[in-house]
């Protein structure tokens, strides 16, 4: 099962910046998603997905976020849990609230002090 979300119009959320202009795809707390998750726009996720999740801009989760699956976007906020790994192509923010068990892969990385991460991290750096 593959849920595709194109055209998605919602109302901004607080934490994806004025700098990702573009459509975002609001999940909500109390949502359950299983199966895979493809989205062209920004993400806020504050509800769960069971599965992969691959996001063509910016992934934000809240606190109450949760994915239990592999993870891919170009830029990724992390304030929820993840249990998978995760490939980011540009760069990885793991807020003090967040809980991560899973490989990263990014092209560069921020971890805030309290922040719980088990895994190995790969980062390419920035690109000149």
């Not at 920004?42 to 109450?64: A, F, Y």
Request: proline share 1%; charged share 20%; hydrophobic share 35%.
């Amino acid at each position: 099962m593959a849920l595709t979300s194109n055209n998605v119009k919602t109302a901004s959320s607080s934490n994806v910046s004025p700098g990702d202009a573009g459509l975002t795809c609001v999940i909500a707390e109390g949502t359950v998603i299983e199966g895979t998750f493809i989205c062209t726009e920004n993400v806020r996720l504050d509800g769960k997905i069971n599965g992969e999740v691959k996001v063509d801009k910016r992934l934000v989760m809240g606190n109450s976020g949760v994915i239990e699956g592999s993870v891919s976007a170009m830029n990724t906020a992390i304030q929820g849990k993840v249990e998978g790994d995760i490939t980011v192509t540009e760069t990885i923010q793991i807020m003090s609230t967040a809980t991560v068990r899973g490989n990263i892969s990014a092209g560069s990385i921020g971890i805030e002090e309290g922040a719980m991460y088990n895994g190995k991290i790969t980062t390419a750096g920035k690109k000149k």
